[in-house]
């Protein structure tokens, strides 16, 4: 194993234990759409709760696109060792 692949490889694992967090920390969609149809009473809860959302949202994404990268280049790595 190359040190690239190894370093890769580490990010990957990171980035997907990270993700997972942070999706199970995510606050559940249910709530927001009885809000919707009338069903729930505290409909005009936000504040600090919205911003938690938001960063958890944000570091989805962010994680999201880390991982989709260190795959693609853990790829190419893997593949110009082969070749």
Known sequence: ???PMIIFAIV?????V????VVVLQ???GSEMAALTGRN?????????A?????LKRLTVGLGLVFVV????L???????QA
């Open 18 to 21: 990270a993700l997972i967090t």
């Open 51 to 55: 911003k938690r959302d938001m960063l």
């Open 70 to 73: 260190a795959v693609f280049v």
């Open 75 to 81: 790829d190419v790595v893997i593949a110009g060792i």
């Open 27 to 29: 606050s559940n969609r």
């Open 1 to 3: 194993m190359s040190i």
């Open 41 to 49: 009473n505290n409909a005009s809860g936000k504040g600090a709760s």
């Open 12 to 16: 990957l694992i990171v980035c997907s």
